[in-house]
């Protein structure tokens, strides 16, 4: 029995970072959605007792460090699952983007065993179960639009946003998440007004999405990694109608309405940065 899943990438429309907590995670206001670029993951029953994890891209793990084989793991010891599975992962997403590629595997990996293992369980239950594997999994197990809040993992759903293109543009570097945050100065920043945000979403308000984009992590990449700001100030030069940082970097995304003007920044961001994807706001949660 075999079971193919999409695992699709997000974005931050806010992303706001309150205090740090007791327990060493930051506590978060996060205001996600799920666009059309994703991961297939193809999950294939094993009689015998074992996770095999094969990859398309060979710098991705394929053990235990890898989210898909965390999530496989944990629910074979939370219900004695005794068959096994292989899963391949073709990795569409690019690799420490900030657009949760590993986390929606992960998601999706739960998805499909919940299905493959037939243990019967809900997305409310695969999104607590997500929590313990990392803080954007919940958010991935239910897809669409949410505001997340907590350290990323409690999920509040709202109304997807006006359909239009979403043009990413990542340079090639990675960005470590912990150094961002362990660089962050909370009482500098300027905070994001969630709510406004919330209600643009809501209000279906093209424009006041684009007016309300906010990251406070987007100050601490552009001092580490500098190249991540030329892109976006690339992305407004070439007319995208909303810019911001996605997550703690380093893909930078551009709202777009229209598809002419679409064109034209992804063939001009494609002068100086190779991985560029020109795809649509999905923003509709899983049932």
């Known amino acids: 029995m075999k079971i193919t899943i999409k695992a699709p990438a997000k974005i931050n429309l806010s992303l706001d970072v309150l205090h740090k907590r007791e327990d060493g995670f930051h506590e978060v206001e996060m205001i996600m959605t799920t666009v059309d670029l994703a991961d297939r993951i193809e999950l294939t029953l094993l009689e015998e007792d074992r996770i095999m994890i094969d990859v398309s891209e060979g710098f991705v793990p394929s053990d235990s460090r890898n989210l898909a084989y965390q999530a496989a793991q944990l629910l074979k010891d939370k219900f004695q699952v005794v ?38 369980l809900s997305l409310d239950e695969l999104a607590v179960l997500g929590a313990q594997i990392g803080s954007d999994v919940s958010f991935c197990v239910y897809g ?21 293109w979403v043009i990413l543009a990542k340079p090639p570097i990675g960005v470590s998440t912990a150094e ?58 070439f007319g995208a109608d909303g810019v911001l940082m996605s997550g703690s970097g380093p ?37």
């Open 180 to 237: 961002v945050y362990r660089n962050l100065k909370i009482t500098d920043l300027t905070h994001p007004n969630i709510e406004s945000m919330v209600a643009a979403i809501e209000g279906h308000d093209y424009e006041g999405i684009c007016h309300q984009l906010g990251n406070v992590l987007e100050s601490v990449t552009f001092n580490l990694y500098p190249e991540v700001q030329r892109i976006k100030e690339q992305m407004i030069r």
């Open 83 to 120: 068959k096994g599975v292989r899963i391949f992962i073709q990795k569409n997403i690019p690799v420490s983007a900030g657009l949760a590629g590993g986390s929606s595997d992960a998601a999706a990996t739960l998805r499909g065993l919940n299905q493959l293992w037939s243990l019967g």
């Open 251 to 287: 893909t930078v995304f551009g709202l777009v309405k229209h598809e002419s003007r679409m064109s034209r920044i992804y063939n001009g961001l494609r002068g100086f940065c190779n991985d560029v994807h020109a795809v649509r706001i999905i923003g509709e949660r899983y049932y």
């Open 144 to 164: 669409g639009t949410a505001l997340a809040t907590g350290r990323g993992e409690k999920i509040q759903h709202i109304s997807a946003p006006p359909p239009c």
